[in-house]
């Protein structure tokens, strides 16, 4: 029965992360259609608050202030510096840089794992997780060895894997004492908070004719709805369940779902090495998580 119910919480990482790799495709069609990064995160964790709320809304506050920053932490960690960071980096560097170096965030979790609880070292963690980076270079390069170094961009990167990490690792500490619904709320909800301090410099444009449009507004409930408020329960559930360090290694999968994502609807080529990074990728993330 056990073991059936820790199934359960893998499937649900495995369906997030599919979810999450499709939505590099939904915010490529909005950015195209005008809408910027920034305006798209706002929109998208705005629909999630809203929805969440309808139906988490008992409990406005946690039990003290020392939780209530641990909150606050996750909406930047999770939500507005994670996005904002990931998204500015696209525009220092490669698309391929930030594809690969996003993948650290496994890594970065069990070292600060390691640092902060004084959690064990596994080797089979480390063995899988190299893998699984290897197969992911394979998934983004497609073959080609151009990887310009950015200092600025790759260096935005890397603090986004260790913003996601910092998250998992927050997340996980905040489940023992709240409920799951409660605490993806409240992420939203600092997230927007959080957003705010930077529309000064960059204001959010309301743009009607453009949110009239079916493809917009149609991939803002997905983004929204599926996307965040579904995806975020889903996960923060399974790192309460699985813990952060395990959880986090099924984030090396996203470059395999935007991949086949991109050859369904945008129509970008699939190829042998892609399929070789993908199995490297689930191998990896297999070793990683096999049962002594």
């Known amino acids: 029965m ?12 495995t369906v997030t ?17 005008g809408l910027s990064s920034v305006e798209i995160f706002f929109y998208r964790f705005l629909l999630a608050y809203l929805c969440t709320i309808l139906i988490s809304h008992d409990k406005k ?18 939500g507005s510096l994670f996005f904002l960071a990931e998204n500015k980096a696209l525009s220092y560097t490669l698309a391929s840089n930030v594809s690969l170096l996003i993948c650290t965030s496994p890594l ?18 480390i063995y899988g997780s190299l893998i699984a980076l290897l197969g992911v270079g394979l998934v983004v390069f ?16 890397i603090f986004a894997s260790i913003l996601w990490a910092v998250y998992c690792l927050v997340l996980k500490k905040l489940t023992s004492k709240y409920d799951t619904l409660f605490i993806t709320r409240k992420v939203f909800f600092y997230g927007i908070v959080s957003l705010c301090f930077y529309f000064p410099f960059s204001p959010l444009q309301m743009k009607p004719d453009l949110m009239c449009q079916p493809v917009v507004w149609g991939n803002l409930l997905f983004l929204g709805l599926i996307a965040s408020m579904l995806c975020y329960i889903m996960w923060n559930y399974a790192v309460k369940q699985l813990g952060a360090s395990r959880t986090a290694n099924y984030i090396y999968m996203v470059p395999f779902s935007t ?30 998580e096999k049962n002594k």
């Open 17 to 33: 992360i599919i979810i999450w790799g499709t939505t590099y495709v939904s915010t490529k069609i909005l950015i195209n259609k």
């Open 259 to 288: 991949i086949l994502t991109s050859t369904i609807f945008l129509r970008e080529t699939f190829t042998f090495i892609s399929l070789m990074g993908a199995l490297c990728i689930i191998t990896g993330v297999y070793i990683a």
């Open 108 to 125: 970065f979790t069990v070292v600060l794992s390691f640092l902060l609880y004084k959690t064990a070292f596994r080797k089979k963690v």
């Open 142 to 157: 497609n073959g080609s060895m151009a990887f310009d170094i950015n200092p600025v961009g790759d260096a935005l990167t």
């Open 61 to 78: 506050w946690a039990n003290n202030y020392k939780d209530e920053f641990w909150l606050f932490v996750c909406g930047l960690s999770g």
């Open 2 to 13: 056990l073991k059936n119910k820790t199934l359960f919480y893998h499937f649900l990482a």
